[in-house]
């Protein structure tokens, strides 16, 4: 009995030699720390991923998603739980996702009763919408960009801390259209009346993702073990980076057409680069040093401006002086695929200046990667 006793006290004690793990856990809109229930939850959920990686956890709380971004990107975290969208931004610095909540989500545009319109451009509707960057609020805003639109389209474009004030402004009366959850939006609608315009695709509500460097291999296969039950009561399933591939693309997407310039694919650039026409890498210089297109120059688009169509140019710089002297002179630009804002602007900012034939290269470098073509590394 005694040796029996004596193994709970060796795993705390292996427990507390190894070195801890930091994980950031980032709050739904509708958690908050103050609830002594939220809090409960996630302590024994966090023992649960103790227990998993033989590891003590160190555990820091987010209300805002772009604070664990960004602590991810400057190495803080080993590991994120989060909604969709935190775990597909994150990827990008060597974060890879163990576990998803078999359940989804999808965002939905609701009218109002009285109102007839749609989400179309000049539609001049009061939209509300959730938080700024709530998965809500993320892929409501990725819908109205990958459509072109802009804040001059809309009356007003709100967006709101508590994520049942849209739809309770429409209601009021004080919205045309809101944002909600689909599961929202269709229960409002049969109380309320009103239509659902536009439903996004599905994304999972919640997932962990680890950082692939600091978490080996054997401990990520033991946490997607180890927590498909939780004390979260969230039913989970193994996840890869390829489940969260389109929701990084949903939540970043640029426009998929832009009045003035042509949009081509790769293997169009292809051909134009065989006729000669310039091509210019807007990324930044660490990106194109590491590899670019064949021949393309690096002239890289320092982006300050919010990623959307209506962007202020006067907070970005671009040198454009670079570019050729005569604005009928044909040339591509392109940036980091179609989540990458620089490339877009880049081509808005040439087409400003006059320029007449501007070709947008909207796939860019990972569209090109992808086809199979020739990269150079190089620098020009």
Same mark, same amino acid.
């Given at each position: 009995m005694r040796r029996l006793a004596l193994i709970p006290l060796l795993l705390v004690s292996a427990l507390a030699q190894a070195a801890p793990l930091t994980l950031g856990i980032v709050l739904d809109q509708n958690e908050s720390l103050a609830d002594s229930s939220t809090t409960q939850r996630y302590r024994a959920f966090v023992g649960e991923i103790e227990r998993a990686v033989g590891?003590?956890?160190r555990v820091q709380y987010y209300t805002r998603g772009f604070a664990a971004i960004k602590h991810a990107k400057n190495g803080t975290l080993d590991m994120i739980f989060g909604p969709a969208q935190i775990i597909a931004n994150v990827s990008k610095f060597k974060f890879e996702p163990v576990i998803k909540s078999t359940a989804t989500t999808a965002a939905a545009f609701v009218a109002g009763p009285q109102y007839?319109?749609?989400? #179309?451009?000049? *539609?001049?509707a009061r939209l509300g919408v959730p938080d700024y960057e709530s998965l809500m609020g993320g892929i409501a805003r990725s819908e109205i960009n990958s459509r072109g639109l802009s804040k001059s389209d809309f009356a007003e474009v709100k967006f709101h801390r508590m994520a049942e004030a849209p739809l309770y402004g429409l209601k009021l009366g004080?919205?045309?259209?809101?944002?909600a959850s689909a599961e929202e939006a269709k229960t409002w609608t049969a109380a309320n009346g009103g239509r659902i315009v536009l439903t996004s695709?599905?994304?999972?509500?919640?997932a962990l993702t680890v950082q692939s460097e600091t978490v080996p291999a054997a401990a990520q296969q033991k946490l997607s073990a180890g927590l498909q039950k939780n004390s979260l009561n969230l039913a989970m399933a193994s996840a890869s980076k390829a489940d969260f591939k389109g929701v990084a693309s949903m939540l970043n997407t #640029?426009?998929? *057409?832009?009045?003035?310039?042509?949009v081509v694919v790769a293997a169009e650039v292809r051909d134009l680069l065989a006729k000669g026409i310039p091509i210019f890498d807007v990324r930044v210089e660490e990106e194109y040093e590491k590899a670019h297109i064949p021949g393309a120059r690096s002239v890289t688009y320092k982006e300050g401006s919010a990623k959307e169509v209506g962007f202020e140019a006067a907070d970005d710089q671009w040198a454009m002086n670079r570019l050729p002297k005569d604005k009928n002179a044909p040339f591509i630009v392109y940036c980091d695929?179609?989540?990458?804002w620089r490339g877009y602007k880049s081509a808005v900012m040439a087409i400003n200046?006059?320029?007449?034939?501007?070709?947008w290269f909207r796939g860019g470098f990972p569209e090109w990667k992808e086809a199979g073509l020739p990269t150079e590394t190089r620098k020009n």
């Amino acid at each position: 009995m005694r040796r029996l006793a004596l193994i709970p006290l060796l795993l705390v004690s292996a427990l507390a030699q190894a070195a801890p793990l930091t994980l950031g856990i980032v709050l739904d809109q509708n958690e908050s720390l103050a609830d002594s229930s939220t809090t409960q939850r996630y302590r024994a959920f966090v023992g649960e991923i103790e227990r998993a990686v033989g590891q003590p956890v160190r555990v820091q709380y987010y209300t805002r998603g772009f604070a664990a971004i960004k602590h991810a990107k400057n190495g803080t975290l080993d590991m994120i739980f989060g909604p969709a969208q935190i775990i597909a931004n994150v990827s990008k610095f060597k974060f890879e996702p163990v576990i998803k909540s078999t359940a989804t989500t999808a965002a939905a545009f609701v009218a109002g009763p009285q109102y007839k319109g749609a989400l #179309t451009a000049q *539609s001049g509707a009061r939209l509300g919408v959730p938080d700024y960057e709530s998965l809500m609020g993320g892929i409501a805003r990725s819908e109205i960009n990958s459509r072109g639109l802009s804040k001059s389209d809309f009356a007003e474009v709100k967006f709101h801390r508590m994520a049942e004030a849209p739809l309770y402004g429409l209601k009021l009366g004080r919205y045309d259209l809101a944002v909600a959850s689909a599961e929202e939006a269709k229960t409002w609608t049969a109380a309320n009346g009103g239509r659902i315009v536009l439903t996004s695709a599905a994304v999972p509500l919640r997932a962990l993702t680890v950082q692939s460097e600091t978490v080996p291999a054997a401990a990520q296969q033991k946490l997607s073990a180890g927590l498909q039950k939780n004390s979260l009561n969230l039913a989970m399933a193994s996840a890869s980076k390829a489940d969260f591939k389109g929701v990084a693309s949903m939540l970043n997407t #640029t426009p998929t *057409s832009l009045p003035g310039a042509k949009v081509v694919v790769a293997a169009e650039v292809r051909d134009l680069l065989a006729k000669g026409i310039p091509i210019f890498d807007v990324r930044v210089e660490e990106e194109y040093e590491k590899a670019h297109i064949p021949g393309a120059r690096s002239v890289t688009y320092k982006e300050g401006s919010a990623k959307e169509v209506g962007f202020e140019a006067a907070d970005d710089q671009w040198a454009m002086n670079r570019l050729p002297k005569d604005k009928n002179a044909p040339f591509i630009v392109y940036c980091d695929g179609t989540i990458c804002w620089r490339g877009y602007k880049s081509a808005v900012m040439a087409i400003n200046a006059g320029y007449k034939n501007v070709y947008w290269f909207r796939g860019g470098f990972p569209e090109w990667k992808e086809a199979g073509l020739p990269t150079e590394t190089r620098k020009n």
